[in-house]
């Protein structure tokens, strides 16, 4: 994921502030940062209501914070920030914050050729991992927000007794 790579990425963007046709042309444009220059590709119009407006964005750095140091370099607030795309890969929208998925095989090569790793042979899933029904992916999700709330809970512990 490092930006040397440039691969794109995707980013679905609530922002709250007042923006103009002005607006988004600098940011195609570009603006600078304090790491240097840094602009999208392209910015959508997603909807919203008053001055809560959805984006989606997208660009093939992907420095810390760059996103929202780019709205804000306008004047702008992000109030929500959420990657949806990694290259060619649509991101799973129901996956809970800090959980993870396993990657079919064909996924896994496309990102090692991205960066320049040979392709891996076989995939360590198994055939029923690979294509779950409807009703087990539903159970998958909630068996990774039960985990991500676990691990959650024991680094507030371990953040208590320090």
Known sequence: MHPSYEIEREYSVRVFGEVTNDTLKTLTKGVELDDGPARFHTIK???GE???KWFNVTLSEG???EVRRMWQSQGVEVSRLIRVRYGELDLNKRLPQGGWEE???GRVNYLRKSVGLRPEKQTKLTV???QPKRKDKRAQVNRIRKAVKKHNQRVQQQKKRR
């Open 103 to 105: 990657l079919e095989l």
């Open 45 to 47: 119009p997603m909807g």
């Open 50 to 52: 008053g001055i809560n």
């Open 63 to 65: 420095r810390n914070r």
């Open 128 to 130: 029923e991992q690979l």
